[in-house]
């Protein structure tokens, strides 16, 4: 047999094995998420659903940290660390409005985030920079006292809540680099 033949055949098989390698990695990391997923009763749910089920609570699965960034939802319990990609064209953001008390916060906390107003009725619009209205509605507070919504990405806009006759107001923006959590600049007065 030629020396090329025998490297032509040693390149097809290693590139052969290295396949196989990574076949088999993924669907092991497939698994392993699955599994961290189905311990946590987060399994089946896209994204959104993920993030609307843990942020709408303060009673969060035992050992699970959750948070968001603009571009991914981190889940982790100390020894597994998942990451989600969000949707390209979306930014969940939460903001909790506040009379008295509130956290300096960056990035949103789904699990350990409190606000100061539970369960109470607000309303809120958002405007984009040109003054388009994005949102627009009366929401109630979560039991962590926050309210979160999908937004469309790669925006500037301003969000304005209202609260028992109180009003905050808010410059935002949705890029990926972008703060997904709005605490202190709401202070109703």
């Known amino acids: ?12 098989l290693a590139a052969l094995i290295l396949s196989a390698g990574i076949v088999l990695g ?9 599994a961290f997923l189905d311990k946590y009763g987060l399994s089946g749910l896209s994204v959104e659903e993920m993030v609307s ?3 709408s609570t303060t009673s969060d699965p035992s050992g699970l940290r959750a948070s968001i960034t603009g571009e ?9 660390e998942v990451r989600f990609e969000l949707p390209k064209d979306k930014f969940y953001l939460s903001f909790a409005p506040y009379i ?23 309303h809120a619009v958002i405007k ?5 209205e994005i949102v627009n509605s009366d929401f109630t ?3 962590n006292g926050f309210i979160g919504v999908w937004l469309p990405s790669d925006i500037k806009a301003t969000v304005t809540v209202s609260y028992n006759g109180l009003v905050a107001q808010a410059p935002i923006a949705t890029y990926a680099d972008s ?3 709005l605490t202190t600049p709401l202070q109703l007065n």
Not at 26 to 34: D, F, I, M, R
Not at 72 to 80: M, N, P, T, W
Request: hydrophobic share 30%; proline share 1%; glycine share 6%.
């Open 72 to 80: 991914a939802l981190v889940l982790s319990d100390g020894s597994k």
């Open 26 to 34: 993924n669907k092991l990391t497939n698994q392993s998420e699955a």
């Open 128 to 132: 984009d920079s040109e003054g388009n």
């Open 100 to 122: 008295n008390q509130t956290h300096p916060c960056g990035f949103h906390s789904l699990s350990s985030c409190q606000g100061e107003l539970v369960n109470q009725q607000v």
């Open 141 to 143: 507070t979560m039991e």
């Open 1 to 12: 047999m030629k020396k090329s033949t025998r490297v032509l055949i040693f390149v097809l």
């Open 179 to 181: 703060e997904t959590c």
């Open 53 to 55: 089920k843990l942020d």
